[in-house]
């Protein structure tokens, strides 16, 4: 099995207004030694709330969690 760099995991980071789901990953990437990094949707930048962000392996339950119940 490969070794992986980094982290793998689920970070629910709060995305604040003003933010779109891009710049909450991009700041995840620019803080965190980890090659992959994606969200589980988009919020609007001008909502508020929790933007689950996947991190190495856990990239691949993002289709899962797109088809998750949501909550507003």
Do not use: F, Q
């Not at 090659?35 to 930048?45: I, N």
């Not at 909502?47 to 990239?59: H, N």
């Amino acid at each position: 099995m490969a070794e992986t760099k980094g982290y793998d995991g689920v970070l629910n980071m709060y995305k604040p207004r003003g933010w779109s789901s891009y710049k909450v990953v991009e700041e995840v990437k620019w803080r965190v030694p980890v090659e992959k990094v994606g969200h589980a949707g988009t919020l609007d930048p001008n909502a508020t709330g929790v933007l689950p962000v996947c991190l190495g392996r856990a990239t691949k339950i993002v289709p899962y969690l797109l088809e998750a119940t949501k909550t507003y």
